[in-house]
Protein backbone atom coordinates (compact mmCIF):
# COMPACT_ATOMS: atom_id res chain seq x y z
CA UNK A 1 0.00 0.00 0.00
CA UNK A 2 1.55 3.32 -1.05
CA UNK A 3 2.03 5.96 1.29
CA UNK A 4 2.09 3.92 4.42
CA UNK A 5 5.06 3.49 6.96
CA UNK A 6 5.43 1.78 10.29
CA UNK A 7 7.27 2.97 13.34
CA UNK A 8 7.96 1.37 16.75
CA UNK A 9 5.90 2.76 19.81
CA UNK A 10 7.50 4.18 22.15
CA UNK A 11 6.33 5.88 25.87
CA UNK A 12 6.26 9.06 24.45
CA UNK A 13 3.56 8.31 21.48
CA UNK A 14 1.11 6.58 24.09
CA UNK A 15 -1.03 9.81 24.67
CA UNK A 16 -1.60 9.77 20.62
CA UNK A 17 -2.20 6.29 20.63
CA UNK A 18 -4.46 6.18 23.35
CA UNK A 19 -6.90 9.11 21.13
CA UNK A 20 -7.02 6.77 18.38
CA UNK A 21 -7.65 3.69 20.72
CA UNK A 22 -10.39 5.47 22.62
CA UNK A 23 -12.57 6.32 19.44
CA UNK A 24 -11.78 2.89 18.67
CA UNK A 25 -13.09 0.51 21.28
CA UNK A 26 -16.22 0.43 23.45
CA UNK A 27 -13.26 -1.20 26.10
CA UNK A 28 -10.11 0.34 25.34
CA UNK A 29 -6.78 0.09 26.75
CA UNK A 30 -5.36 2.06 29.14
CA UNK A 31 -2.23 4.00 29.27
CA UNK A 32 -0.41 1.38 31.84
CA UNK A 33 -1.46 -1.46 29.78
CA UNK A 34 0.21 -0.15 26.23
CA UNK A 35 3.12 0.86 28.72
CA UNK A 36 3.12 -2.69 29.88
CA UNK A 37 3.82 -3.68 26.81
CA UNK A 38 6.16 -1.28 25.12
CA UNK A 39 8.56 -2.04 28.61
CA UNK A 40 8.94 -5.62 27.69
CA UNK A 41 9.92 -4.97 24.13
CA UNK A 42 6.90 -6.71 22.50
CA UNK A 43 6.29 -5.40 18.86
CA UNK A 44 4.52 -2.36 19.37
CA UNK A 45 3.90 -0.20 16.25
CA UNK A 46 2.01 2.92 15.13
CA UNK A 47 1.04 2.76 11.47
CA UNK A 48 1.13 5.96 9.19
CA UNK A 49 -0.25 7.56 6.28
CA UNK A 50 0.94 10.29 5.07
CA UNK A 51 2.21 12.80 8.13
CA UNK A 52 -1.42 11.06 9.67
CA UNK A 53 -1.21 8.23 12.66
CA UNK A 54 -3.97 5.86 11.30
CA UNK A 55 -3.35 2.93 13.40
CA UNK A 56 -1.66 0.74 15.62
CA UNK A 57 -0.93 -2.85 16.62
CA UNK A 58 0.93 -4.64 19.46
CA UNK A 59 1.94 -8.57 19.23
CA UNK A 60 4.20 -10.61 21.77
CA UNK A 61 6.11 -13.20 20.61
CA UNK A 62 7.47 -16.17 23.02
CA UNK A 63 9.51 -18.97 21.58
CA UNK A 64 7.65 -20.52 18.70
CA UNK A 65 4.32 -18.52 19.56
CA UNK A 66 3.00 -14.96 18.82
CA UNK A 67 -0.25 -13.62 19.95
CA UNK A 68 -2.05 -10.71 18.68
CA UNK A 69 -3.24 -8.37 21.42
CA UNK A 70 -4.20 -4.94 19.86
CA UNK A 71 -4.65 -4.28 16.29
CA UNK A 72 -6.78 -0.69 15.42
CA UNK A 73 -7.28 1.70 13.24
CA UNK A 74 -8.71 5.04 13.79
CA UNK A 75 -12.81 4.80 12.57
CA UNK A 76 -12.82 7.46 9.99
CA UNK A 77 -9.77 5.61 8.25
CA UNK A 78 -11.60 1.57 8.83
CA UNK A 79 -12.51 0.24 5.68
CA UNK A 80 -10.22 1.14 2.94
CA UNK A 81 -7.66 -1.47 3.53
CA UNK A 82 -5.43 -0.08 5.92
CA UNK A 83 -6.48 -3.12 8.86
CA UNK A 84 -5.12 -5.82 6.31
CA UNK A 85 -2.31 -3.96 5.74
CA UNK A 86 -1.36 -3.46 9.25
CA UNK A 87 -2.21 -7.48 10.07
CA UNK A 88 -0.02 -8.26 7.24
CA UNK A 89 2.87 -5.86 8.50
CA UNK A 90 2.88 -7.69 12.27
CA UNK A 91 1.97 -10.78 11.16
CA UNK A 92 5.39 -10.52 8.79
CA UNK A 93 6.91 -9.37 12.06
CA UNK A 94 6.24 -12.04 13.86
CA UNK A 95 7.34 -14.06 11.69
CA UNK A 96 11.11 -12.47 11.16
CA UNK A 97 11.10 -12.98 14.86
CA UNK A 98 10.80 -16.95 14.51
CA UNK A 99 7.37 -17.28 15.62
CA UNK A 100 5.42 -20.50 13.67
CA UNK A 101 2.13 -19.25 14.89
CA UNK A 102 0.09 -16.35 16.07
CA UNK A 103 -2.54 -16.49 17.85
CA UNK A 104 -5.48 -14.11 18.78
CA UNK A 105 -8.67 -13.24 20.68
CA UNK A 106 -11.43 -11.34 19.09
CA UNK A 107 -15.34 -10.50 20.43
CA UNK A 108 -17.61 -13.18 18.91
CA UNK A 109 -19.61 -9.53 17.96
CA UNK A 110 -16.81 -8.06 16.28
CA UNK A 111 -17.59 -8.75 12.37
CA UNK A 112 -15.57 -6.80 10.89
CA UNK A 113 -12.21 -7.32 12.80
CA UNK A 114 -13.08 -11.42 12.74
CA UNK A 115 -13.80 -11.26 9.14
CA UNK A 116 -10.44 -9.70 8.39
CA UNK A 117 -8.87 -12.36 10.60
CA UNK A 118 -10.72 -15.04 8.30
CA UNK A 119 -9.58 -13.51 4.98
CA UNK A 120 -5.80 -13.15 5.66
CA UNK A 121 -5.80 -16.76 6.42
CA UNK A 122 -6.67 -17.43 10.37
CA UNK A 123 -8.79 -20.22 11.46
CA UNK A 124 -11.11 -20.28 14.58
CA UNK A 125 -9.92 -23.01 17.26
CA UNK A 126 -11.78 -22.56 20.11
CA UNK A 127 -14.36 -20.02 21.92
CA UNK A 128 -13.51 -18.81 25.61
CA UNK A 129 -17.30 -18.47 27.11
CA UNK A 130 -17.69 -14.93 28.58
CA UNK A 131 -14.42 -13.93 28.16
CA UNK A 132 -14.95 -10.17 27.54
CA UNK A 133 -17.48 -7.44 29.22
CA UNK A 134 -19.83 -6.24 27.72
CA UNK A 135 -22.70 -3.91 28.06
CA UNK A 136 -24.93 -5.77 30.28
CA UNK A 137 -22.86 -8.85 31.32
CA UNK A 138 -19.86 -10.33 28.92
CA UNK A 139 -19.55 -11.94 25.88
CA UNK A 140 -17.64 -14.92 24.33
CA UNK A 141 -13.83 -14.67 22.91
CA UNK A 142 -13.21 -16.73 18.97
CA UNK A 143 -9.94 -17.85 19.53
CA UNK A 144 -8.05 -17.65 16.30
CA UNK A 145 -4.49 -19.10 14.75
CA UNK A 146 -2.34 -18.50 12.17
CA UNK A 147 0.39 -20.69 11.08
CA UNK A 148 3.87 -19.43 9.86
CA UNK A 149 5.46 -22.16 8.53
CA UNK A 150 3.87 -24.89 5.68
C1 LIG B 1 -10.83 -4.42 12.82
C2 LIG B 1 -10.15 -3.22 12.14
C3 LIG B 1 -8.70 -3.14 12.57
C4 LIG B 1 -10.23 -3.41 10.62
O1 LIG B 1 -9.58 -2.30 10.00
P1 LIG B 1 -10.00 -1.75 8.57
O2 LIG B 1 -8.98 -0.77 8.16
O3 LIG B 1 -11.41 -1.32 8.56
O4 LIG B 1 -9.85 -3.11 7.70
P2 LIG B 1 -9.95 -3.25 6.13
O5 LIG B 1 -10.30 -1.94 5.50
O6 LIG B 1 -8.72 -3.94 5.67
O7 LIG B 1 -11.17 -4.26 5.99
C5 LIG B 1 -12.43 -3.93 6.59
C6 LIG B 1 -13.57 -3.93 5.56
O8 LIG B 1 -13.37 -2.92 4.59
C7 LIG B 1 -13.51 -3.48 3.29
N1 LIG B 1 -12.65 -2.71 2.39
C8 LIG B 1 -11.31 -2.73 2.33
N2 LIG B 1 -10.88 -1.89 1.38
C9 LIG B 1 -11.98 -1.31 0.85
C10 LIG B 1 -12.18 -0.34 -0.15
N3 LIG B 1 -11.18 0.21 -0.82
N4 LIG B 1 -13.46 0.04 -0.42
C11 LIG B 1 -14.51 -0.50 0.24
N5 LIG B 1 -14.37 -1.43 1.21
C12 LIG B 1 -13.12 -1.82 1.50
C13 LIG B 1 -13.07 -4.90 3.47
O9 LIG B 1 -13.55 -5.74 2.45
C14 LIG B 1 -13.69 -5.22 4.79
O10 LIG B 1 -15.06 -5.49 4.65
P3 LIG B 1 -15.91 -6.42 5.68
O11 LIG B 1 -15.80 -5.78 7.04
O12 LIG B 1 -17.27 -6.37 5.14
O13 LIG B 1 -15.26 -7.77 5.65
C15 LIG B 1 -10.92 -1.91 12.46
O14 LIG B 1 -12.29 -2.08 12.14
C16 LIG B 1 -10.78 -1.46 13.91
O15 LIG B 1 -9.81 -0.83 14.29
N6 LIG B 1 -11.81 -1.77 14.72
C17 LIG B 1 -11.85 -1.33 16.10
C18 LIG B 1 -10.81 -2.02 16.91
C19 LIG B 1 -10.94 -3.52 16.83
O16 LIG B 1 -12.04 -4.06 16.93
N7 LIG B 1 -9.80 -4.21 16.67
C20 LIG B 1 -9.75 -5.65 16.62
C21 LIG B 1 -9.87 -6.21 17.98
S1 LIG B 1 -9.61 -7.97 17.99
Redesign the pocket.
Known amino acids: MTDVRYQPMVPEDVEAVLKVELA??SHPWTRGIFLDCIKPGYECWLMFRGEEQV?HTVLSVAGDESHLL????RPQ??????????LEFIVDRARQKGAEVTF????AS????S??YE?FGFNEIGRRPNYYPAAGGSEDALVMAYSLVD
Open positions: AFGNITIDQKAGLGAALLEVRNLSARLR
